[in-house]
Each structure stands twice: as C-alpha cells, then as structure tokens.
C-alpha cells in the first residue's frame, strides 16, 4: 500500500459546481496533512493545511478523518482558475519529511 | 522577499552524461530539500538538508546522485552517470517551518 494514495482524475466539472478529493494515507501516526495546488509546468504551492478541526478558506474546505486516514479537499462554486493538480502531502512522523500524493487533476470546464 | 531559485531551468544530456543543478533557497530557511519529479507522478523527496547535514536521504540512488550544501545555504545537485530514467523536474525545496517554498525546477531530459 503506498503511504499517500490519491484518485488521478481528471475530475472535469463546470463552473460553479462543487467538487470533493480525498487522500488516504497508511500511517496513523501522521502528524500533519496539507493541500498544494500545482498549475502545469509550474511548482506546487502551498494551498492549505489540513487541522483536526477541519479547515476553510473562502471556497475551499480541508478536513482530516483520523480513524479513516483520509483527508479531503472541498471546492465550492468552481472556477476556471482552479483548474489544475491537487497534491496531498503527509508529514508522517512529525518531522520535517513530506510525502506527496500523486495529485489529482481537476479540470473546470466553461 | 526572494524566492527559491534554481539552475539551469533546462537541461538536455545523453546518457552516461554527468550534469549538475544549482538551488539558492530563501535567505534564512534552515531545511532544504531537493524532490524529483516524474510526469504524472507527485514530488518524490531525494534528499533533506538541515543546515548543512543531511537529515534523510533514504530515497537518493547513491551510486549515481549526490548532493551538497556547503556552508548551510546554497546546494548542488549531481548525477553521474545519468540514465534515461532520470528524466524528470528537479524540484528544491526550502522552509523554516511547516510550508515548504519551491523553485521554479530543472527539467532534465536523458537522450
């Protein structure tokens, strides 16, 4: 089992939907979970970290199911702009080492 | 405030060739990564850096990478020789807390 799992995509939606990812990860002593967003050809970029207490940033929703090992993304009211690779990132051990999913590919479509 | 910057942003050489990237991490940042990056794949971390020791670098193919930051700032990365599986964005890293600031990559592509 890979230690972070996401579901490729791509997921095309239109504008103005709602959509959800989710990433499982193996290891239960995970300490600390994050979103990144990466455009094509270009780096990832911080998009949000994922609290216990669940976390929310305008459109976007992240909440942590610990007894599940699985983190979601929520985006709310798509936009063209939100269009592109959703990487899941797990800090397994408290460390400062960071596991990435394989992303998921979102695409909205006018 | 200067971001992370890497060089060459590309970079083609035959196989059995040697090259070499370059990362500047952000003024101030003690933990340097350096990630590689295959085409439909998510970052995958080669080797972390703590100043200037290595804190991990379980995924680094040793007999052909290595990597070094002198000084705890600047850091190099080697691969001699290169295969045709190398190809892939080279991605450095670096933080001072939890959010992790990338440079823009290398993209290396093996002939």
């Known amino acids: 089992r890979k230690e972070v799992e996401q579901d490729p995509g791509p997921f095309n939606v239109p504008e103005g939907a709602t959509v959800a990812f989710n990433c499982t990860y193996s290891?239960?002593?995970?300490?600390?979970f994050f979103w990144y967003r990466q455009d094509c050809r270009k780096e990832p970029k911080l998009l949000m970290s994922?609290?216990?207490s669940g976390n929310e940033d305008g459109r976007f929703t992240a909440q942590l199911n610990r007894a599940s090992q699985y983190i979601s993304l929520l985006i709310r009211d798509s936009k063209l702009s939100d269009s592109a690779t959703y990487l899941c990132?797990?800090?397994?051990?408290?460390?400062?080492?960071?596991?990435f999913g394989t992303g998921t590919r979102l695409k909205v479509l006018a | 405030e200067a971001g992370v910057a890497q060089s060459p942003r590309y970079k083609i050489i035959e196989k059995r060739q040697s090259v070499a990237f370059w990362c500047n991490p952000i003024?101030?940042?003690?933990?340097l990564y350096w990630y590689q990056q295959i085409l439909g794949q998510g970052p995958k971390l080669l080797i972390q850096?703590?100043?200037?020791?290595?804190?991990?670098d379980s995924q680094l193919p040793k007999d052909r990478f290595s990597a070094e930051r002198l000084k705890g700032v600047d850091s190099t990365l080697k691969i001699q020789p290169a295969k045709l599986e190398d190809s892939a964005v080279y991605l450095c890293?670096?933080?001072?807390?939890?959010?992790?600031?990338f440079g823009p990559g290398t993209r290396l592509t093996v002939t």
């Open positions: 850096f703590q100043n200037n020791g290595v804190v991990d």
């Open positions: 990132v797990v800090n397994p051990s408290g460390t400062y080492k960071y596991i």
């Open positions: 890293a670096s933080s001072r807390g939890v959010e992790q600031y």
């Open positions: 290891n239960s002593a995970s300490q600390s």
């Open positions: 003024s101030g940042h003690a933990t």
């Open positions: 994922v609290y216990s």
